[in-house]
């Protein structure tokens, strides 16, 4: 699986989008864009992912570039409890893989008032 | 559904004692995963499962073994605890299905070895 690159922190206003980036630049074709977030002591939970389209759903948006080599989390209006660590994962679908994540280590999201 | 469960929350062991981790999952998952994470770092991968009677080791299996005998329960099991092994560990499950194979994790296991 490839390797990832975030920066370790960043702040956003409670309110204002928080925007994620992530690097992936030796991304495989067949390699899917994770994002899990860790609320602090809970589990990780996941957010969104995709392979090549941007995607959206209930918690965030996903831009993926069209060389496929970097990628942005979007959270689109921000509150307090989104302060947290985002993991950006990439992997394999498919058959023959056995789901396990590779977990680097994350930007805290410190959301403020 | 209650999804990914573990017991119990927080355990102190001295070392060389052992314990069980358990995990059970609801959600009739064939995937199982165990993962511990260091103050400041990320998860890493102990064992993982892909299904009753099939078990592998992940990133850091050494200290650790596990079973699984049903689809639901995936046990942890510490031998003689170090205090290296002081970690909290998640227990997570997904469906293996291609696609949709997100992730679940369990509220987590602290444990400190003394």
């Known amino acids: 699986d490839a390797k990832t690159t975030q920066p370790t922190s960043m702040d956003c206003a409670e309110g204002r989008a928080a925007n994620l980036p992530c690097n992936h630049s030796?991304?495989?074709?067949?390699?899917?864009v994770y994002w899990y977030r860790q609320i602090h002591s809970q589990g990780p939970q996941y957010i969104i992912h995709?392979?090549?389209n941007n995607e959206t759903n209930e918690m965030a948006s996903l831009i993926i570039t069209e060389d496929r080599k970097s990628s942005t989390l979007i959270l689109p209006h921000a509150t307090l409890r989104d302060t947290a660590v985002y993991y950006c994962?990439?992997?394999?679908?498919?058959?023959?893989?056995?789901?396990?994540?590779?977990f680097g280590q994350g930007t805290t999201l410190q959301v403020k008032p | 559904n209650a999804g990914v469960t573990q017991t119990p929350k927080f355990r102190i062991l001295k070392i060389g004692q052992s314990m069980t981790l358990q995990c059970t999952q609801d959600?009739?998952?064939?995937?199982m995963y165990w993962y511990r994470q260091d103050p400041g770092m990320g998860l890493k991968l102990i064992y993982y499962?892909?299904?009753?009677?099939?078990?592998d080791k992940g990133e850091v299996p050494n200290g650790y073994n596990v079973s699984r005998s049903t689809t639901e329960d995936f046990p942890l099991r510490l031998e003689l605890a170090a205090p290296s092994q002081t970690s909290v560990y998640f227990c997570?499950?997904?469906?293996?299905?291609?696609?949709?194979?997100?992730?679940?994790f369990g509220p987590g296991t602290r444990l400190t070895v003394l």
């Open positions: 997570a499950s997904s469906s293996g299905l291609a696609g949709t194979d997100t992730q679940y």
């Open positions: 030796t991304i495989s074709g067949n390699e899917y």
């Open positions: 995709g392979l090549k």
């Open positions: 994962i990439v992997r394999v679908h498919g058959s023959g893989n056995t789901g396990k994540l590779i």
């Open positions: 959600m009739n998952h064939n995937y």
């Open positions: 499962s892909v299904g009753a009677g099939i078990t």
